[in-house]
């Protein structure tokens, strides 16, 4: 790689939700640009503070208003009234996480911000600040697009007549959503920036002159309406640096990873069924539980093991499957490694997760609602069948370039105009501008 001159370093100002599941893929991409020579200023959940500083970047917390503002979406009985409840959540959030921003930027001067999607107040005063700025968005994308099904409630691609009809239905039942609930909360945002409004809550999407989209096809599924401003880099996929214990050491079955959200969200069901479901199989069962109480489990199946948190990395390299309860972080996490997952979603985005694990044929799709120790057991069984798939996405994920592809993109269209990804092309004869779409 050329070496850059100084004088083409700057200062970026990386602002997150306060959940781990989006800091954490956000780091390889904040550790490529501190490589680069870039000065990194991170805000973001309390708790990980330390793990930022580690890295060694000027890392603090977000406000304490914020992080005050938990999901209740767990209590939703349908994927609308789950998908409104959270963007009731980021309204009420970005009252605070606006003017938080807008305080760091006073604060720090950056060269460029780079803002979580889920912060929808910080995005506003990202751009009503006037530098430059992009977002990135470690979820599936809620954008409207022709080829793919409405967003939200998990549906499987349209095929033929029945499908673009149910697709017909479906769209304007989002849409109200969109348009009479959320559209008129981002306008008030705007409004206490001084931005002007949109007329539609589509519109936002085309807001940002940058969005690095953690994911690739053909996961995500294929469009031919994707806006300019979309970059897919892949997942991203990182965990804090950690040592692998020394029981998992000793392992000598192959392992099953079950794990549940980070965020509280009444998952722990998962877990406590898995256990069942698994007890008897010729694997080694290995649990993360991150919110969950840990003494509400049956006794511990001779197979199986539950940890509060632990790193992922080590586990899945030995890894046949991974039983997820659909977050898109873990999900793709293990399809990175090339492990099959078995998703059970539960809310939030997980319907839109599992469904795209089932149609990429990298593994097995379980409703949570139907949930029961025989049924997972086949699922798991059947899944760990499709690890062919699992491979072909993994391969499909490093294609995309990960944190490479985002820093380039990063410095191409917001700090240099391109300049340093066309010094880095010609010493490397043309590779890096090919990841970056103009």
Known sequence: MTKIKSEQMATILAYTSPARSHLFPLMPVLDELARRGHRIVLRTLASQVQVGSERGFDAGPVSPAVEALEHTDWRARIALQSLRMNAEVFCARGAHDGPDLQRALDEVRPDAALV?????????????????????????????????????????????????????????????????????????????????????????????????????????????????????????????????????????????????????????????????????????????????????????????????????????????????????????KALAYGVPVCAVPFGRDQFEVARRVEIACAGTRLPARRLRPDRLRYKVREAIDLAAGARRIAAAFAAAGGPRAGADAFEARLLHRGAIASERSAAAGGGDAAAIRA
């Open 116 to 332: 979580d999607y889920n912060c929808w107040g910080a995005l506003m005063a990202a751009e009503a600040w006037g530098g430059p700025w992009a977002t990135f968005c470690p979820y599936p994308l809620p954008l409207p697009s022709r080829d793919a099904p409405p967003y939200g409630p998990g549906l499987a691609p349209a095929r033929g007549a029945p499908g673009r009809a149910r697709d017909r239905f479906m769209r304007p039942l989002i849409s109200v959503i969109l348009e009479r609930q959320i559209r008129p909360a981002l306008n008030r945002l705007r409004r206490q920036v001084g931005l002007d409004r949109l007329d539609s809550a589509q519109e936002w999407f085309g807001q940002p002159p940058l969005m690095l989209y953690m994911s690739a096809e053909p996961f995500e599924y294929p469009r031919r309406d994707w806006p300019a401003n979309v970059v897919m880099i892949g997942p991203c996929a990182w965990d804090p640096p950690a040592k692998a214990p020394d029981w998992l050491r000793r392992t000598t079955r192959p392992i099953v990873l079950v794990n549940t959200s980070t965020e509280f969200q009444d998952d722990g069901g998962l877990v406590r069924v898995a256990l069942e479901a698994l007890a008897e199989e010729p694997v080694c069962v290995v649990a993360t539980q991150p919110t969950g109480e840990l003494a509400g489990l049956p006794r511990m199946p001779a197979n199986a093991r539950v940890e509060r948190f632990l790193p992922h990395a080590a586990v899945l390299e030995r890894a046949v499957c991974a039983v997820t309860h659909g977050g898109m972080g873990s999900t793709q």
